[in-house]
């Protein structure tokens, strides 16, 4: 196979899946909304004092990405499959693992990069110190699209079923405790000076290997799901 056809291939799907996300802009907008609600309720609820609020920042952060990436996985292959081009796509030449991670890509893009940007803003109303901001936004490079990978596999899982959403919140929820306590332990070990790599390199190592099975598994279960 021609590397040429096969790298227009996977540029359409994906300029195809941000054009559609981009004219449904509340959809971007919506998750982004909701971390910075929750974010904002921490200190009323807690209280001023700096020091709470800086214990809790990291893991805060986290489970509110996590909880606001999980809005918006229910319809990451949804309307393909309502109006028919997923079968398109899997009847195409084209590998569909290689199809179905660029999809995977576009939904990261629209869903998980917007809350990255701002993870600064809402660690800062935590008082996080500035020190450990980068470390906050790497386990966040690392744990999402982690995430993202994860929860395409379970939308394939479930895509023959209707009003999905709460089945994939819990299937999803212990995948993603391994994730979040390694995310928040970097964070934790850098606010108190203490080596933060070990766990990165961890998040890392978990990417890589998702990278390359998640496609595979995302398009075995939709083959499966549609076939039934």
């Known amino acids: ?71 918006a996985l229910d319809a990451m292959f949804r309307s393909d499959i309502d109006d028919g081009s997923l079968e398109q796509l899997m009847l195409s030449p084209q590998p569909l693992a290689l199809m179905l ?44 699209p982690l995430l993202s990978l994860l929860g395409a596999v379970l939308v394939a899982l479930t895509a023959g079923t209707r009003r999905s959403g709460m089945l994939l919140a819990l299937m999803l929820l212990p995948l993603c405790v391994p994730v979040v306590i390694f995310a928040a332990g970097a964070v934790a070990a850098a606010q108190q000076g203490l080596p933060w790599l070990a766990p990165i390199a961890w998040l890392g190592a978990a990417l890589v290997m998702a990278l390359v099975l998640a496609p595979l598994a995302c398009a075995t279960a939709l083959r499966i799901a549609l076939d039934a």
């Not at 998750?31 to 990291?58: H, K, M, N, S």
């Not at 996080?128 to 936004?137: C, G, K, S």
């Open 101 to 144: 991670g660029m999809k995977i890509l576009a939904h990261w893009i629209t869903t998980a990069l917007p809350l990255i940007v701002i993870a600064p803003l809402l660690a800062g109303m935590l008082h996080l110190p500035t020190a450990v901001m980068p470390v906050l936004v790497y386990a966040l490079l690392l744990s999402t």
């Open 1 to 71: 196979m021609s590397h040429a056809p096969l790298a227009s291939a996977c540029a359409a799907v994906l300029r195809r899946d941000l054009t559609l996300a981009w004219r449904r802009r509340g959809d971007i907008v919506m998750p982004v909304l909701y971390a910075l609600i929750v974010i904002t309720l921490f200190p009323f609820a807690l209280g001023p004092e700096d020091a709470l609020l800086q214990r809790i920042a990291g893991g805060a952060v986290l489970v509110t990405m996590l909880l606001a990436m999980l809005l």
